[in-house]
């Protein structure tokens, strides 16, 4: 079989629903309805996003996987979607009491719980907001480089 | 460079069964994958080829020859079959969506020709898919 003449990946997608409110103490409250306009409304609102996740690593010949969907799926559940999903982004996450939750920041937090997934290399995180806006984090490579 | 994908569809069975492993080991692996009838998917492959716009002609490919290579290397070979037992370059190995897009990946690669292949991504439902590159290449740093 010639099947080394490609690099493989695994991609899945998840959903969880979440509430945030963009604002930063280290702006005025003038300056943060400024930058970030309705998403610093006081009570904060919510999202549907949707999480994707891409994997890579050599297939298994005896199950043809990269990795078990289930061992995958646990993982995501347990790093991830238990502590994000029906809840408040900014009052119910730690990483968010200081950082602004915005999609990007939530990209790069998932993208560190997810990164030691045991059974293959995590490669990107990829996170819908809205239809509209999505974003992407592949670690930061000049870290990973250092 | 300019990437162009075109996506089609297709319908297919599958099973997922080592028959190295004991019925209680494929069914732990496997679990609802590996239920004796098999089962079925519609399939969505998207094709991303790579290149430089023809100053003339203003295209990367003609998307016509693209469309008939996908209709004779994919549909005819796939398309309403059993991944199992149709398919002759899946033989020995479990039809997962890693192998099946790495077949696909080599069955277009010699045949597209005007452009460069750069990535065959194959999804079984709207929640899992496999992406191929060329060796060396990844999604992320492309």
């Known amino acids: 079989m010639k099947n080394n003449a490609s690099h493989i990946e695994l991609g899945r997608r998840y959903r969880f629903a979440a509430s945030h409110r963009l604002h930063t103490a280290q702006l005025s409250e003038a300056e943060n309805y400024r930058v970030f306009g309705k998403c610093n409304n006081p009570y904060g609102h919510g999202h549907n996003y949707v999480l994707e996740v891409s994997l890579s690593g050599k297939i298994d010949p005896a199950t043809g996987m990269i990795a078990n969907l289930a061992d995958l799926d646990a993982f995501v559940e ?21 950082k602004v939750p915005t999609t990007e920041n939530l990209c790069i937090e998932i993208f560190r719980r997810l990164q030691n997934f045991p059974h293959a290399k995590l490669e990107r995180v990829r996170i819908q907001e809205t239809g509209n806006n999505s974003f992407e984090y592949a670690g930061n490579t000049e870290e990973n480089h250092s | 460079m300019v ?57 990367v490919l003609d998307l016509k020859e693209l469309k008939e290579i996908l209709e004779r290397e994919v549909m005819q070979r796939m398309d309403h079959r059993h991944l ?54 990844s999604g992320a740093r492309n």
């Open chain 2, 3 to 59: 990437l162009l994908t075109r996506k089609i569809e297709f319908s297919a069975s599958h099973r997922y069964h080592n028959p190295n492993f004991s019925a209680e080991e494929n069914r732990r692996v496997f679990g609802k994958c590996n239920n004796p009838h098999g089962h079925g998917h519609n399939y969505t492959l998207e094709v991303t080829v790579a290149g430089e716009p023809d100053p003339v002609t203003g295209m």
């Open chain 1, 78 to 98: 347990r790093h991830v979607l238990a502590e994000f999903d029906h809840h408040s982004l900014n009052e119910d996450v730690a990483a968010f009491r200081e």
């Open chain 2, 84 to 137: 199992n037992y149709e398919v002759p370059e899946l033989a020995g190995q479990i039809p997962t969506c890693e192998n099946i897009a790495q077949v696909i990946w080599n069955l277009l690669e010699p045949k597209i020709t005007q452009a460069r292949l750069h990535r065959v991504r194959l999804y079984e439902s709207p929640d899992l898919f496999a992406d191929c590159y060329r060796n060396g290449a």
